[in-house]
């Protein structure tokens, strides 16, 4: 028989995966187009700009799910 709270863990270890990749992703990659094509600081600060609404498209998914509306 498995743990419930198991299925908890991995919940929330998911979520912290998401929220980091979310945010460090598009950072890098506006990183390294700047360090390709030499366009400091303009990708990199577009990558910022996506994590940022990455987080906020999270954080609003995670508040539904909490909340029990789930998008209805």
């Known amino acids: 028989m498995k743990d419930p709270g198991n299925r908890q863990y991995i919940q929330y270890i998911s ?3 998401e929220i ?7 950072i890098l990659a506006g990183y ?3 360090r390709r094509w030499d ?3 303009w990708f990199t ?3 910022i700009l996506i994590g940022i ?3 906020l498209l999270i954080m609003i998914r995670v508040a539904r799910d909490v ?4 998008g209805e």
């Open 67 to 70: 909340s029990g509306n789930k």
């Open 20 to 26: 980091a990749a979310g945010l460090s992703i598009p």
């Open 39 to 41: 366009t400091m600081p």
């Open 32 to 34: 390294w187009i700047d």
């Open 45 to 47: 600060f577009l990558g």
């Open 15 to 17: 979520l912290g995966v």
């Open 53 to 55: 609404a990455t987080m």
